[in-house]
């Protein structure tokens, strides 16, 4: 498969923009060619950090620091501000606008219909089956040659479920198109991750971020793991310096945190299950489904009512009943120990 031949033809013959670092790489010398602020930055609370520059638009270190971390190699990452950055940038080196299409199987993470429909690109809506995993016989039959990104999540949000890796595969082996598989849970599903299959899979892009199991939602990070052709066309079309300096500093110092990550996946885990068990036991819910996320999907007797007394006590979860296959489900996050607490002695009134 020849990863070229899906991209737009104005991004391959695309000119992106020359900025002073990428002309003068290095960051040492007197630097009087990108009109900053030589005496100084505003920003005096950390040394070192150099608000006064702007930050390396190639990546360098985070690709390096990120790249070791999960034994990926640097010309396989790149880094978004948030992993919606990455999915409008997919969308807009793949996707003619109001030629192109992408299939979406739903219920799935809203974010990628919205995406598309900013950029004017039709979106082709396939079910789940009914154990949440992907309708193979569907995708197909929707597809054709304007379908040009297939989006999966795994684990999905908001059913909570990995899906089947080899159902993944055999799409991306069968189908000419992109696909890309948002892993922004996978540290709570233990297994299923499917970074190792870039190296044979080279329409496959794995997308990851920093917003759940480390607790770094506020500093918009979010990469992808893909074959460096892919690596190559994000850099040519993103803005020049999308990543900032504060991110790239709470980055670098979060990594050497990385047990405390491990801690609260398992803390989350732990009470993702005792959550459930609780929940199960409730009369105003019919089911709890199983989950490989740090959120549950539940099914109530009536899911607005139940949203409205939680609100009513403060207690905010998400009525994701406007999905299809979703009626009278809602989305409740695992909180820490005494909001699940506090939670579940509301749930428990109900009937
Ligand atoms: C499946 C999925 N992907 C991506 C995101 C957004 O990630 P980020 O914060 O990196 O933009 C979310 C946020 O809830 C999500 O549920």
């Not at 219909?113 to 900013?118: E, P, S, T």
């Not at 990070?221 to 900032?244: H, Q, R």
């Not at 670098?252 to 068990?277: D, F, H, P, Q, T």
Request: glycine share 6%; with cysteine.
């Amino acid at each position: 498969m020849e990863i070229k031949n899906l991209v737009r033809k104005n991004i391959l013959n695309l000119k992106p923009y020359t900025s002073a670092r990428d002309i003068y790489e290095s960051d040492k010398g007197i630097l009087l060619d990108a009109n900053e602020n030589s005496w100084g930055s505003t920003f005096t609370e950390i040394n070192g950090l150099n608000l006064n520059r702007y930050p390396d638009p190639h990546q360098k270190d985070l690709r390096y620091l990120v790249g070791k971390y999960l034994s990926v190699g640097p010309e396989n990452l790149f880094f978004g501000v948030g992993s919606d950055e990455i999915i409008d940038l997919l969308i807009r080196i793949f996707c003619d606008p109001g030629k192109d299409k992408a299939i979406i199987p739903e219920p799935t993470y809203g974010m990628y219909k919205v995406a598309c429909d900013i950029n004017n690109v039709e979106t082709i809506t396939v079910l789940l089956n009914d154990k949440f995993q992907l309708d193979l016989k569907e995708i197909k039959n929707h597809y054709d040659e304007n379908v040009k990104i297939i989006f999966l999540c795994s684990p999905n949000n908001p059913t909570g479920n990995l899906l089947n890796k080899n159902d993944v595969v055999s799409l991306c082996k069968e189908l000419n198109s992109i696909i890309i598989v948002d892993e922004a849970y996978i540290d709570f599903a233990g297994d299923g991750a499917l970074i190792d299959e870039i190296k044979y899979l080279p329409n496959l892009i794995v997308l990851r971020t920093f917003s759940k199991a480390w607790g770094l939602a506020g500093i918009r990070l979010g990469y992808c793991i893909a074959n460096s052709e892919v690596i190559n066309y994000l850099f040519k079309v993103k803005a020049p310096y999308n990543i900032n300096s504060l991110t790239r500093y709470a980055l670098e110092s979060s990594l050497k945190n990385s047990a405390l990550k491990e801690k609260y996946i398992k803390g989350i885990v732990k009470e993702r299950e005792r959550l459930k068990n609780q929940l199960e036991t409730s009369s105003a819910i019919i089911k709890v489904y199983e989950s490989d996320a740090n959120f549950l999907l539940v099914k109530c007797k009536d899911g607005k009512a139940v949203q409205a007394k939680l609100a009513e006590k403060g207690i905010i979860v998400r009525d994701r009943s406007t999905q299809p296959m979703l009626e009278n489900c809602l989305r409740i996050s695992v909180g820490n120990e005494e909001e699940n607490d506090l939670l579940w002695d509301e749930i428990k009134k109900l009937v």
